[in-house]
């Protein structure tokens, strides 16, 4: 990236700025939230997300360096400062081909324009400048077990200039891939330490986009799971798409839900989460004579499947006080339902930060209020496909358990999958973690 493009970068800077001062203000209690990049050039788009996707994951190894050069806890600093600073540090140690003089110089022009006063820019300015000082050289391989290395996502590194990561081996984690310490913590507990360890550096990855049931195409690259390819990262997806038009955007452990399905022969399915309706896709195509019902709580989401029912024959989307008023006329309830994403992080960063043990039980009384809700809609024999993309076995087993023991329902089946691919792994073997489970009413 030469010199002459910093009018533009700077703009990305900006928006990124801007935008990360909103989650500095929300954090640890992020949750997704579109960035801004209307108006910017394609390329600029690409960085101001990268500079925000950077920050997101590598928040605490961006603080714990900060931390270096900071007075004051980080906690304390103006929101505005520390967007600043994860802005800055996630270009200098996360991206490449960014000059370190336009880094600090638009970083800087930035917080003074913000009217934060001179104290505020010498700050970040002195801060930036000791991250540079602290970062090394290179180094070809990191393993995140090391004080004075940090891993990227590539599976490379900066080798530090001193040792700055916690003696203590589950903190040391914790910086070195921005997860909560109570997340690892909680693995530890239910995977053990290998599984854990592994989990956490998945989670630096840079996940692909995925496809599936897509074609021979130069663009795409066979994945490791048969049935699946990898998009060419200079590939455009919607061409893709368009000369695939039966293919689906879906890493292979999300599709391997549906399938358990097959052979129920049900008349009316009723996908009561169904989000964008990438799983009601794979539905109405495996089983065409059934009546599938979607429905979601997200108003945005829900235009989105009356969108596919327009397109799809067999589907219908409903509104949720319609799902409701279903009693007694569902074969099939599926239920994808919300979750702590903990088994895709590389995909959804901002949640690494806020799991702790009273938002996972928050969210086990909202799944089993789904679920008791979705009860009623059933046929007497019927069946619950029930998924998450959660690692946790309070959100998964648990749950069948909760239906065995309350309710008399039996598992017919169910599966947990680990998520695959470490930094520096080839794309082709990357996976998502998540859990599905077929259950008998």
């Given at each position: ?7 533009t970068t700077s703009t990305a ?178 995977m053990g330490k290998k599984d ?43 061409d893709v798409l368009a000369r ?198």
């Amino acid at each position: 990236m030469s010199d002459s493009e910093s009018p533009t970068t700077s703009t990305a800077r900006d928006v990124a700025c801007r935008h990360l001062t909103e989650l500095a203000r929300m954090h640890p209690a992020i949750f997704p939230r579109s960035i801004p990049t209307g108006g910017l050039e394609p390329r600029d788009q690409r960085l101001a997300e990268a500079i925000v996707n950077e920050a997101l994951a590598r928040w605490e190894t961006i603080t714990t360096l900060a931390g270096r050069a900071l007075r004051n806890p980080w906690e304390r600093i103006d929101a505005p400062v520390q967007a600043a600073l994860l802005s800055g540090i996630s270009q200098l140690l996360f991206l490449d081909r960014v000059p370190d003089h336009a880094v600090v110089g638009e970083t800087v022009e930035w917080i003074k324009r913000t009217g934060a006063g001179r104290g505020a820019t010498g700050l970040v300015n002195a801060v930036l400048r000791r991250v540079i000082e602290l970062r090394g050289e290179p180094v070809k391989q990191a393993d995140g077990r090391q004080r004075d290395q940090i891993l990227r996502s590539n599976g490379g590194g900066w080798q530090l200039t001193e040792d700055v990561f916690n003696e203590d081996p589950l903190i040391r984690l914790s910086e070195q891939t921005g997860h909560a310490p109570s997340l690892l913590e909680h693995w530890q507990r239910s995977m053990g330490k290998k599984d854990a360890f592994k989990a956490a550096l998945h989670g630096l990855c840079s996940p692909p986009i995925i496809l599936h049931g897509a074609g021979r195409d130069d663009d795409l690259i066979p994945h490791d799971v048969p049935g699946f390819h990898v998009l060419k990262p200079d590939a455009r997806l919607d061409d893709v798409l368009a000369r695939h038009p039966d293919a689906l955007v879906q890493d292979s452990t999300t599709a391997r839900a549906v399938p358990m399905a097959d052979g129920l022969g049900p008349e009316v399915i009723l996908d009561l989460c169904a989000g964008h309706g990438t799983k009601s896709k794979q539905l109405a195509r495996r089983h065409p004579d059934s009546r599938v019902l979607v429905s979601d709580t997200d108003a945005r989401r829900l235009e989105d499947l009356d969108a596919l029912a327009e397109a799809v024959p067999n589907i219908e989307a409903i509104e949720p006080q319609e799902a409701r008023e279903l009693r007694g006329e569902v074969d099939l309830l599926v239920l994808d339902v919300p979750c702590s994403n903990t088994g895709v992080l590389p995909r959804r960063r901002e949640a690494r930060m806020r799991f702790d043990t009273g938002r996972l039980k928050d969210l086990i009384d909202l799944q089993r209020q789904i679920t008791a809700d979705g009860l009623a809609t059933l046929k007497t024999s019927s069946h619950i496909l029930y998924s998450t993309c959660s690692l946790e076995p309070e959100e998964n087993g648990a749950m069948a358990q909760w239906l065995r023991k309350w309710h008399g329902h039996g598992l017919v089946e169910e599966h947990t999958i680990l998520p695959a691919g470490l930094p520096g792994d080839p794309p082709t073997t990357y996976r998502d973690g998540g859990y599905a489970a077929l259950i008998r009413t």
